[in-house]
Structures are given as structure tokens and as C-alpha cells.
């Protein structure tokens, strides 16, 4: 197959086009390179792949319209969507910026998808569609009309878009709630990357809340098994959940991270932050009998294996 992975320089993005190369396929890497986090991190992600003659890396925006017309030129197999702004209290400060990459660029791809007559779109939704419910766990078939922050908005109206390309233009679409994702080359925002880092640089860790949110946090690899098989067996339109099929509360994350690194952690208490869900935990089942996917790492190991990285990882 020859595969279109938008913002493939990112975490998730980068380990999902290598482990497609390693299937065989051809990638064409979509990303922007944009400031949301220190560029040469994701030009250091992508280097291993460019090493493959089946691995092509464009530089650009999913808004500029030009662009997407001279990529889809050549005909794709599979579009993997992963391109977005990320992250629920930025998108509060700019939920402009969030809704035009978001929604505005999910429409873009999907009317290149449509022209060109790609048969089959994956698109990276999220658990945040989910709002701030707190019974568990969380299935397709919840209520999600009312998302608490912009970027989960943004996600479910790119999940209404693609329904709508379906249902007009008979385009297969899977749309991925992604449930805390992490693992090696993890953004370094996201909690556990900040967490791991601050212990290892003697600084105090930034709690917020009193510990007792929790999370289905889901490793790297276990959610690239669920998107290549999403980019596989992709037909009609479906909702899926990829998570870990657990929750962990925050403070015990801190401390399952604190072994990992040997150090005990300090703790820096700070207020909820708005916008933030007091809990996720996804439901798999309909993911295991759609795709086959079952998750594989369990959070004590996935932690060990991200602080491993993290010690060795080039600065």
C-alpha cells in the first residue's frame, strides 16, 4: 500500500510510519514542523525512516490547499490523519488556531480524499470526546454532545465531518479515540514526559489536583497495532476506542515513575486546571472484534520501558 500519514514527524506519527515500512509499505510523510514543541525533536524522530527508499517526507500545512493538491496527485492506498494541534489547556488560550487545523484541515484532507477516490481514511480522535463523565468505562455508543474544552470539540467535529464523507461519497473512515497515548518519543508536555523529567532533574513534579484523576494511559505500541490494523481493515465508518483497558491515578503514576527512575519524587501541589476530564477509562471490545486489537503493555512496564528512553534518548 502506498500510505499519506499527516503529521507523521510527530510521536505517534513517526512510530507509525516506521512500523508500516517494516510491513512493506510505502509512506509519504505530511508535517508542518511547526513551534507547538521544539521542531528538531521531530526532525530527530523521522531520521531513522528516512534511511528507507519507500519513505518520502513533504514539509507543509494541511490548510495550505495548493499543497494538498500537487500530494494527492499521486494516488494513495490509505490517508492515516494524525495532523492536529493537541492538547486541552492550549486550546483553550487559542481555540481559533485549534479549530482551523483541526476541523478546517480534517475538511481539506477529506475533500482531497473524495477527488482523488481514496478508498479508506484513518482519523485520530480522542478520549477527551468523552467530556467530564465520571462512570465508567467509556463505549462508542456513549453521549458525546458535550465536550469541556475547545480541542475536544475540534475532535468531534472532525469525527462529524468524516461521518458525513461516508455517508455522501461512500469513503471507508475509522475514527480513533486515542486514550493517553505515551511511550519513546512522547511530546514533552504531556504529563508523563514532565513528570519523568523533572525527577531526573531533581525538580519538584507540578500535581495538579490532589492526585485522584486518573487516566487509561495506552503505550505506543499497542495503539500502532491498533492503527495499522484500523489501516488494513478500514470499511464503511466506524468509532473505535484504543486504549489500555486500565486507569491509573495520577498519583500513582508519579510514584510508579519515581521507581522507574529510582529517585522519590517531589510533589508540588497546584488547582484543577479547566478543561480537564476527572477520569477516562476505554472499553475495547468493539476494537478487539473490528480490528483484533487487544492491548499488550501494562503501565508498570510501559513506564519502565518510556524512563529507559528517556535516560538515553540524545539531548
Not at 521531530?42 to 534511511?51: G, I, S
Not at 495532523?83 to 488560550?93: C, D, K, L, N, T
Not at 486507569?247 to 510508579?256: I, K
Request: charged residues 20%.
Amino acid at each position: 500500500m502506498r500510505v499519506l500519514v499527516t503529521g507523521g514527524a510527530g510521536f505517534i506519527g513517526s512510530h507509525l510510519s516506521e512500523r508500516l515500512l517494516g510491513l512493506g509499505h510505502e509512506v509519504v510523510c505530511l508535517d508542518n514542523f511547526n513551534g507547538f514543541y521544539d521542531p528538531a525533536v521531530k526532525r530527530a524522530n523521522v531520521a531513522q525512516a528516512l534511511l528507507s527508499p519507500r519513505y518520502t517526507l513533504l514539509e507543509g500545512d494541511i490548510l495550505d490547499a495548493t499543497l494538498l493538491d500537487r500530494v494527492f496527485a499521486t494516488p494513495f492506498d490509505a490517508v492515516a490523519h494524525l495532523a492536529a494541534y493537541a492538547g486541552v489547556r492550549p486550546s483553550i488560550e487559542q481555540p481559533g488556531l485549534y479549530q482551523r487545523v483541526n476541523v478546517e484541515g480534517t475538511l481539506n484532507l477529506l475533500e482531497r480524499c473524495r477527488a482523488a477516490c481514496v478508498p479508506r481514511l484513518v482519523f485520530a480522535s480522542s478520549s477527551s470526546v468523552y467530556g467530564g463523565r465520571t462512570y465508567v468505562p467509556f463505549r462508542e455508543t456513549d453521549d458525546v454532545s458535550r465536550p469541556i474544552s475547545p480541542y475536544a470539540a475540534t475532535k468531534l467535529g472532525g469525527e462529524a465531518l468524516c461521518h458525513a464523507y461516508h455517508h455522501l461519497f461512500g469513503t471507508g473512515v475509522h475514527c480513533l479515540r486515542f486514550f493517553t497515548v505515551y511511550g519513546p518519543r512522547q511530546r514533552p508536555e504531556m504529563a508523563i514526559h514532565l513528570f519523568a523529567s523533572a525527577m531526573c532533574a531533581g525538580r519538584p513534579v507540578r500535581m495538579f489536583g490532589d492526585g485522584s484523576s486518573s487516566r487509561d494511559y495506552t503505550y505506543i505500541d499497542d495503539i500502532v497495532d491498533g492503527v495499522v490494523a484500523s489501516i488494513e481493515r478500514c470499511a464503511g465508518f466506524e468509532i473505535l476506542n484504543l486504549g489500555g483497558r486500565s486507569a491509573t491515578s495520577l498519583a500513582e503514576l508519579v510514584a510508579l515513575i519515581g521507581r522507574a527512575l529510582g529517585v522519590t519524587p517531589r510533589v508540588e501541589r497546584m488547582p484543577d486546571q479547566p478543561g480537564d476530564v476527572p477520569l477516562t477509562f476505554a472499553d475495547v471490545d468493539k476494537a478487539a472484534r473490528v480490528l483484533g486489537y487487544r492491548p499488550k503493555v501494562g503501565i508498570e512496564e510501559g513506564i519502565g520501558l518510556f524512563c529507559d528512553w528517556l535516560k538515553v534518548r540524545p539531548r
